[in-house]
């Protein structure tokens, strides 16, 4: 009696929301707190190395505030929106499996059902964009890196000298033209790849990065639960015995 009931309870487990969950939580809170972290340190290395004015990066230090705020609600809705749709994936589960066949489904149900369908469809193309928005400063900051690379090796015997090898933040549109110093060359660019501030910004932005790309997984996959789940709830609203969202 024990085993079968075991069985009847784990046969009702949504297992594609279950997994679509723990992916979306691990995403989310990857991309949240690294992004959050690795914007502070992008700040820090700018203030020291690349604008002196701080006239010049005010409005760059203030978009990167409003962008940790809305970390902060991104992490708080993910949280609340992966439990809800967790919570209708057992639901809907338990409708196939007839768990609790004594219910029947309501019109209120089938529309709540279809809601998160359209609004987990706008969330993956939204997360989309973010994903390849954070791809932006891992970029930057591989093309800092190479460069360092390169003085590291450079011959001795090289016609080209360090200091013609340099980074221009001002290229990227991040800080004005009349930015000084703007860039950084030869010695000054190795100091600064050689702080451990760079290497752990560098690093904070692709984990990030790859918790954005998880985060666009767990929604795909959350389109194809919800698309189901709402399809189930039609398909049981035609019987006699069916089970309420």
Request: glycine share 8%.
């Amino acid at each position: 009696g024990c085993f079968e009931c075991c069985i009847k309870c784990l046969g009702g487990v949504p297992y594609a929301s279950l997994v679509a969950t723990i992916l979306c939580f691990s995403g989310v809170a990857l991309f949240c707190g690294c992004g959050h972290v690795a914007l502070t340190g992008t700040v820090n290395i700018l203030e020291q190395h690349f604008s002196s004015n701080p006239n010049d990066h005010a409005l760059l230090t203030e978009v990167i505030q409003l962008m940790q705020y809305v970390i902060y609600g991104i992490a708080s809705f993910f949280f609340l929106y992966g439990i809800i749709l967790l919570a209708e994936g057992f639901y809907t589960t338990s409708a196939v499996k007839e768990m609790h066949s004594e219910f029947k489904t309501t019109a209120c149900g089938r529309c709540i059902s279809g809601m998160f369908v359209f609004l987990t469809y706008i969330l993956g193309v939204a997360w989309l964009g973010v994903f390849g928005f954070s791809a932006v400063p891992v970029f930057m900051f591989y093309n800092m890196w190479s460069s360092c690379e390169v003085l590291k090796g450079l011959p001795v015997n090289l016609t080209t000298s360090a200091e013609q090898i340099c980074v221009d933040i001002r290229q990227y549109g991040i800080i004005p033209w009349s930015a000084l110093p703007g860039k950084a060359c030869g010695s000054a660019l190795e100091n600064i790849c050689s702080t451990n501030e760079f290497y752990m910004s560098y690093h904070l932005f692709i984990v990030a990065c790859a918790g954005a790309g998880a985060t666009v997984i767990a929604l795909l996959i959350y389109m194809m639960a919800t698309t189901y789940n709402y399809a189930v709830l039609k398909f049981k609203s035609r019987e006699d015995c069916c089970t309420k969202f």
